[in-house]
């Protein structure tokens, strides 16, 4: 009869055991940290994009569409903070500081070694006392308008992610993100930080766009690498740019793409930028100055280099709003902008918009305006970079035409600087645009429909009676003469000549017939040198085409309304489809209105 007691007495023994060690478990449960999965910090970036870091140390780039929320780029590690605690040494962490925070002053600031023991950044921000001194995260360094840190230990390996986000305007639509993966005790780990895409490419390229930063800091950012995404959005493109800043120890195993995949492994630490802009230029220049800005600058000449450090504005952005015209051409129009004197700025025609009107991408950019010092009038000519993402290694091919004529753009001299477009304009005879500098501030430009040409042959000739003006005369010596005058050859040049790969060509619109025109050495000139040409519609149709020496036209180099000026752009030996042409002789012409130029170009390769 024993049993049955000692049976019970036995089944209340466990009973009591299984509370105590639920009570256990509850206490433990109660004292550690719970790993936080959702996101706790979310940044703006471009056109609806923003970047969210979740708790668990995942970063995400998200743009809220139609459908609701797409995800445009998953950024993670292969150890994840979200994992269950399961022993006493395991910790989470997660925290939201800004530059300026108690315990976190750093570089200039007369506070830097924050708990004055001549060490400083002693103590990163983690949640534990890194230095020994018995005070936790007194002495880190707090960088960005707005940093987030996340960290865990689990089986004793630790994940640490920082993010760091600016509110400047060039810098606003990049997200930092440091990752470092350690040991117990400290010691680096191996780790590979994923970069994945919801579907298309990552494809490498060159950042392309110099920065200044202090010389101290190394060279320009132009050479720098970068992996890039092009992601189709409504009404144009998210580009995705990713470049590495910095990474820790010896890494045999080299980034590698797959598929959608960009896979970064690091033995330690790594630190990247991400950048999400609209344009292809706006995020040359975005990921240009996060180099910059992790190369920093020193404090005093000599002396080593304070990292973080936003670079100033180097354009400066009128607060008025700038003037324009607009005008049809055959087949296409333009879009003239005047900068002021004393303004800087480079204007990112891609970002153009008024109302649901957008000019889109130009073909051609010109520039016309005066030396600075010698006051004479200077200009130039380039095609703008328009490629697709299968074909990012065109704008490698050659330099961004703003970063090739900076000294004209940045010299506050003032100018003209205009856009050429195929098709016609989408814009009202009256409009007011909104546009981007590359340094991503806000320009205004109010534009209006430019005059009609100087002519009044529309007119019935019994309503309106005109009297021969000095244009008249000087258009009917020009083309109806018996001996017209021809265009100068000293309008078209090219060098060098014969070439091997590319070649410069500068050509000349003339203001004046002095400067355009010659006569045959036994005809008299009819027309004083300095009368100006009367253009038909004030500025003339311009085209500069490439032809083979049966007569075959190869490529158009230029087709559009020109200024008076000097201009120059490049033939890179390829044919209107980006095909390389053969070894020969080609023939350059210049057609100015009813008169043309030709040159003989040789190609050797």
Same mark, same amino acid.
């Given at each position: ?111 830097? =070694?924050? $708990?004055? +023991?001549? #060490? *400083? &950044? !002693? @103590?990163?921000?983690?949640?534990? =006392?890194? $230095?020994? +001194?018995? #005070? *936790? &995260? !007194? @002495?880190?360094?707090?960088?960005? =308008? ?258 090739a004529h900076q000294g004209d753009l940045l010299s506050r001299a003032g ?39 100087r002519t009044v042959s529309n007119f019935p000739a019994k309503e309106v ?141």
């Open positions: 009869m024993t049993r049955p007691g000692i049976a019970r007495s036995g089944w209340h023994s466990v009973r009591s055991g299984a509370l105590v060690f639920l009570v256990v478990l509850l206490a433990l449960a109660t004292a550690a940290p719970a790993a936080v999965t959702g996101p706790v910090r979310s940044h703006e970036l471009a056109a609806g994009a923003r970047a969210e870091i979740d708790g668990d140390g995942t970063v995400w780039v998200r743009a809220h569409v139609s459908g609701g929320d797409e995800i445009l780029l998953k950024m993670s590690t292969d150890l994840r903070a979200s994992r269950p605690i399961r022993r006493a040494e395991d910790w989470v962490f997660t925290a939201l500081r800004r530059e300026g925070d108690e315990g976190g002053h750093r570089g200039f600031s007369a506070r830097a =070694d924050d $708990d004055e +023991d001549d #060490r *400083v &950044d !002693e @103590d990163r921000l983690d949640g534990r =006392d890194n $230095d020994g +001194d018995g #005070r *936790v &995260d !007194e @002495d880190y360094a707090a960088i960005g =308008d707005a940093m987030t840190a996340v960290g865990a230990m689990r089986g004793g390996r630790a994940l640490l992610l920082e993010t760091y986000h600016w509110d400047y305007p060039h810098l606003n639509e990049t997200l930092v993100t440091s990752w470092r993966r350690e040991g117990r005790n400290g010691e680096p780990q191996r780790d590979r930080v994923t970069l994945e895409l919801p579907y298309g490419l990552w494809q490498e390229m060159v950042v392309g766009w110099d920065a200044p930063r202090a010389a101290a800091a190394g060279p320009g950012t132009a050479g720098e690498m970068m992996m890039v995404a092009m992601l189709p959005r409504d009404g144009g493109r998210w580009w995705i740019g990713v470049t590495v800043l910095s990474r820790d120890g010896e890494i045999d195993e080299p980034p590698r793409v797959e598929g959608r995949r960009l896979v970064l492994p690091c033995h330690g630490g790594l630190v990247c930028a991400v950048s999400v802009t609209t344009t292809l230029s706006q995020l040359r220049h975005r990921q240009a100055v996060a180099h910059v800005v992790h190369a920093g600058a020193p404090a005093v000449p000599g002396q080593p280099t304070v990292p973080w450090l936003v670079p100033p504005l180097s354009l400066v952005v009128p607060e008025q709003t700038l003037a324009a015209t607009w005008r049809n051409e055959r087949d296409t129009w333009r879009l003239s902008v005047e900068i002021p004197e004393g303004f800087a700025t480079l204007i990112d025609p891609e970002t153009m918009v008024s109302g649901a009107a957008r000019p889109g991408v130009p073909t051609h950019v010109s520039w016309r305006g005066r030396d600075p010092e010698s006051g004479a009038i200077t200009g130039w000519l380039e095609p703008w970079p328009c490629p697709d993402h299968g074909e990012l290694w065109r704008a490698d091919a050659s330099p961004h035409p703003y970063r100018g003209t600087l205009t856009f050429r477009y195929t098709g016609a304009t989408p814009l009202d005879d009256e409009a007011t645009l909104i546009s981007r500098s590359l340094c991503g501030q806000e320009i205004a430009i109010a534009v209006e429909r430019a005059g009609g040409p009676e005109t009297a021969e003006t000095d244009d008249d005369r000087v258009v009917d010596e020009l083309e109806n003469d018996p001996h017209p005058p021809t265009l100068s050859p000293d309008l078209l040049d090219n060098y060098p000549n014969p070439f091997p790969d590319q070649t410069r060509l500068r050509y000349t619109i003339p203001a004046t017939v002095g400067e355009g025109f010659v006569w045959e050495e036994a005809q008299e000139p009819t027309l004083k040198a300095d009368e100006p040409i009367p253009y038909p519609s004030g500025t003339p149709s311009v085209s500069l085409k490439i032809y083979t020496v049966a007569g075959h036209e190869v490529v158009t180099l230029f087709d559009g309304i020109c200024a008076t000026g000097t201009y120059e752009t490049m033939w890179d030996g390829n044919d209107r489809d980006g095909r390389p042409v053969a070894v020969g002789t080609y023939f350059c012409k210049l057609q100015i209105e009813n008169w043309s130029v030709t040159k003989r170009v040789a190609l050797l390769r």
